[in-house]
């Protein structure tokens, strides 16, 4: 503007194409080394790359972006990548020898899908983890299910002495050992075990029928 020019002269105009702006490209599920590849394509700049657990994503691809992908941005921008480590996993203690609720607790705090199996041994205690699925040193992902085993105690039991016990003191007393109790009455009115079949400190498994006789 303000120049002299002679008449049928050429002005040359510039017109703005707007900000120079860059689209940043789709690098979610590319390879870290793929991503750089293809933002060395364009005038833009790898920034920071991050590693981080993640259970959908495979272990080595891109997770997200920073700038996201599609946005516009200028000349030299650094773009940022999350990039999975895959399913975080955790070593498996042994519980077996721990008291079972005290196992339970701890994997369940630890994020394990726990189920608690009893069944009767001849050598742990009652309440005390036989076993485990899977074995202690497994590598697990969070919410993979754990499997306890915990003993009830003896399969086994010795018929207590009951004799001259009331009926309801005798029966109350083999129930709680895990046994089945028949009752035959000499009398009506009978009130005391004067009868034990099998006999007093026979061993027998629980779930044995013990019959008294009352009289």
Do not use: H
């Not at 042994?94 to 994020?111: I, K, P, R, Y």
């Not at 004799?163 to 005391?192: F, I, N, P, W």
């Amino acid at each position: 503007a303000g120049d002299s020019i002679a008449l049928g002269g050429t002005v040359n105009l510039v017109v703005s194409k707007g900000a120079e702006r860059y689209t940043i490209p789709a690098l979610v599920n590319l390879t870290p080394e793929a991503a750089v590849n293809l933002l060395a394509k364009s005038p833009l700049k790898v920034g920071e790359i991050t590693e981080v657990f993640n259970g959908k994503v495979p272990k080595g691809f891109v997770i997200s972006s920073n700038p996201d992908q599609g946005t516009r941005v200028k000349r030299d921008t650094l773009v940022d990548m999350v990039v999975s480590k895959g399913i975080e996993t955790f070593s498996l203690a042994s519980f077996v020898g721990t008291n079972g609720e005290q196992a339970l607790n701890e994997l369940t705090a630890a994020g394990f899908n726990v189920t608690t199996t009893y069944a009767f041994d001849e050598k742990a205690m009652p309440g005390e983890v036989i076993s485990q699925q899977p074995a202690a040193g497994a590598a697990l992902p969070k919410g993979a299910a754990v499997e306890i085993f915990v003993s009830k105690g003896s399969a086994f039991v010795y018929i207590p002495n009951v004799m001259r016990y009331t009926q309801d003191r005798a029966v109350a007393l083999l129930e709680d050992l895990g046994l089945k109790v028949v009752v035959k009455k000499v009398t009506k009115s009978a009130k005391l075990v004067i009868g034990i079949d099998p006999k007093v400190n026979a061993k027998v498994k629980r779930g044995s029928t013990v019959t008294l006789t009352v009289g």
